[in-house]
Structure formats: structure tokens, C-alpha cells
């Protein structure tokens, strides 16, 4: 069974870093697209980047020039670089596949606080 384990969350400051990662265990991960969704209180989960089979990459507008999404297919993991962190970037994160959605993990959340 395909697990999805993300990891890197905390609590920050306004115009801090962090560095997310996700595992996703099994054969697949170097198959498919690869998405970081976040779902802050209240809304409705969203995809914030998003990375190809061939490492092309997509970001939603409020997070361009922030955000940095990779993957390392030798260790079934994708990384999400997020800096100048702003209170609008407050949400539980998660990775899942955008083709070919797999059961969701925990996710890591991320607080951004002053």
C-alpha cells in the first residue's frame, strides 16, 4: 500500500523559510506529477505547485517567485523551498499525485506568526 508521509512544518515568522519534504513510498513516485496542496482553516484544499514527470514546474500565483518545488526520484521524495513566508501561508500542507490522487497523509503545518 502506498503511503504518503509529510514532514518540515513549523512555526515561523513573517519573511522566514522552510523547507517541506514528502515521501511517497512505492514504485510509482517517478510515474507521475507530483502536487503540494495546502488547506488553510476554513478554505478549501488548494494545489500551490506542482512537478512533472520531466521536473517542469507550476506554481499558483500567490506563491510565484516564493516557492520552489523538486524531487529526488532515487529517494521517492519531493521537496517544497518556501520563503519569504507571509501570514497568508498558514495551512496544513500535503503531496499527493495530481493525476492520480492516493489516500492522503497527515500533512505538516506550517504557521506563520509574528
Known amino acids: 500500500q502506498v503511503q504518503v508521509v509529510e514532514s518540515g512544518g513549523g512555526l515561523v515568522q513573517p519573511g522566514e523559510s522552510l523547507r517541506l519534504s514528502c515521501v511517497i513510498s512505492g514504485s510509482i513516485f517517478s510515474l507521475y506529477d507530483i502536487g503540494w496542496y495546502r488547506q488553510a482553516p476554513g478554505k478549501q484544499r488548494e494545489l500551490v505547485a506542482r512537478i512533472s514527470v520531466r521536473r517542469r514546474t507550476d506554481y499558483t500565483d500567490s506563491v510565484k517567485g516564493r516557492f520552489t518545488i523538486s524531487r529526488d526520484n532515487a529517494k521517492n521524495t519531493v521537496f517544497l523551498q518556501m520563503n519569504s513566508l507571509n501570514t497568508e501561508d498558514t495551512a496544513v500542507y500535503y503531496c499527493?499525485?495530481?493525476?492520480?490522487?492516493?489516500?492522503w497523509g497527515q500533512g505538516t503545518q506550517v504557521t506563520v506568526s509574528s
Open positions: 499527493n499525485l495530481p493525476n492520480k490522487l492516493l489516500t
